[in-house]
């Protein structure tokens, strides 16, 4: 059973920063491509940022420059460090993995249960 645990959001003033954490657990053996998606109330479901295992990373537009997304290959783990918030970046934010359970197992993709982002306007 994997199971992927965010932690680090919360109330954030205009300009700030935060750094979310996801950690995976269970049974993992290789995992592929992890990241943050956000959705903000109302909107769909929109990328934030990815890192390959390869540490290969893609940002939205909407965070570039300001957002660096990180990985802790031991701890099976990954960050987010948003930087100059804006009332545009609350959301609440879910971490994902492509990974594979076990050797021969096919990749799929694991979600956290969210954890919300609000920068007051």
């Known amino acids: 059973q994997v199971q992927l645990l965010e932690s680090g959001g919360g109330l954030v003033q205009p300009g700030g920063s935060l750094r979310l954490s996801c950690a995976a657990s269970?049974?993992?053996?290789?995992?592929?491509?992890m990241g943050w998606y956000r959705q903000a109330p109302g909107k769909q479901r929109e990328l934030v940022a990815t890192i390959t295992s390869g540490s290969i990373t893609n940002y939205a537009d909407t965070v570039k420059g300001r957002s660096t997304i990180s990985k802790d290959n031991v701890k099976n783990s990954w960050y987010l460090q948003m930087n100059s918030l804006k009332a545009e970046d609350t959301a609440v934010y879910y971490c994902?993995?492509?990974?594979?359970?076990?050797?021969?197992?096919?990749?799929?993709?694991?979600w956290g249960q969210g954890t919300q982002v609000t920068v007051p306007s």
């Open positions: 269970g049974s993992i053996f290789s995992i592929y491509r």
């Open positions: 994902y993995a492509d990974l594979a359970p076990r050797k021969y197992d096919r990749v799929s993709t694991y």
